[in-house]
């Protein structure tokens, strides 16, 4: 993958490809990969997440051939914004977790495997970033398979915990369930491809202990009933501004998941 590629669709996988938006920002990174399935010599393609409302890069996608099938991995606008127009473009279904981001598609469902392009599409319920979120599984990608991530798992950094929508408990777990998929590669909504999610998956976790340790720091220095700002004051001190809200839902979720525990 070419991080750098703003313009054009450049391979990921044996079965993907993808194009880089135009969105990039503080939390979109260098903007949504919107990624197109399709199996070695098929007519149609898969494309997942097609992105912020931009002409040019809509057209791009509808342009590398039919379209069969438009998913979605999660509610937020940089992944589904342009999910009606894209349809109308193409005539395709879109499909995500939420009904409410469906166009002329049913919901997905935890478990379903889809059949379109030639590709065996597993559906992963993910939630943690997002109550909705969800992953691709492609078990025929590559030597190990691949997984389309959305922000569950991003190609660098960490992701956000949308709190109170994502949790912390949710998120743990649905590292948990990903690591078990062992080392297909990683195909993220923001950043590079990555290799082996099962290591991937468990840096992310020690990451959230380490995370969480400091939480419990800070509040033996600031008291039980410490607030949000407070502790992120402590934990996220040296935090870009421009972040400092993501840095504060992720604070939030690190404090409910441990005072549900201790209650």
Do not use: K, W
Not at 10 to 29: D, I, Y
Not at 133 to 149: A, I, K, M, R, Y
Not at 204 to 228: F, M, S, T
Request: net charge negative; proline share 8%.
């Amino acid at each position: 993958m070419t991080p750098e590629t703003s313009r054009g669709i450049v391979r990921s996988s044996p079965l993907t490809r993808f194009r880089l938006a135009p969105n990039p920002g503080p939390m979109s990174l260098r903007g949504t990969n919107s990624y197109l399935i399709a199996a070695p010599g098929a007519a149609g393609s898969v494309v997942v997440d097609p992105g912020p409302l931009d002409e040019p890069h809509l057209q791009e996608l509808a342009g590398a051939g039919p379209v069969e099938l438009i998913l979605i991995t999660h509610r937020h606008a940089d992944h589904t914004a342009a999910a009606a127009r894209f349809s109308e473009l193409t005539g395709a279904p879109v499909r995500a977790a939420d009904a409410a981001h469906c166009h002329a598609g049913s919901p997905l469902l935890d478990g379903e495997t889809l059949r379109a392009a030639g590709v065996e599409v597993r559906v992963l319920a993910t939630p943690g970033h997002t109550s909705d979120s969800v992953c691709f599984h492609l078990p025929q990608d590559g030597p190990h398979g691949s997984v389309l991530t959305g922000d569950t798992i991003l190609g660098e950094g960490t992701t956000v915990l949308d709190y109170p929508d994502g949790t912390l408990g949710d998120y743990l777990e649905s590292l948990d369930r990903l690591e078990r998929l062992g080392p297909a590669t990683v195909l993220p909504a923001h950043g590079p491809v990555l290799q082996e999610l099962d290591r991937t998956a468990r840096a992310y976790r020690e990451h959230r202990q380490g995370r969480l340790a400091q939480i419990r720091a800070a509040l033996e220095l600031l008291g039980a009933d410490a607030g949000v700002d407070q502790v992120t004051d402590a934990v996220y001190a040296d935090v870009d501004p421009a972040v400092r809200r993501a840095a504060e839902l992720s604070v939030a979720a690190q404090l409910e998941y441990l005072r549900s525990r201790t209650r």
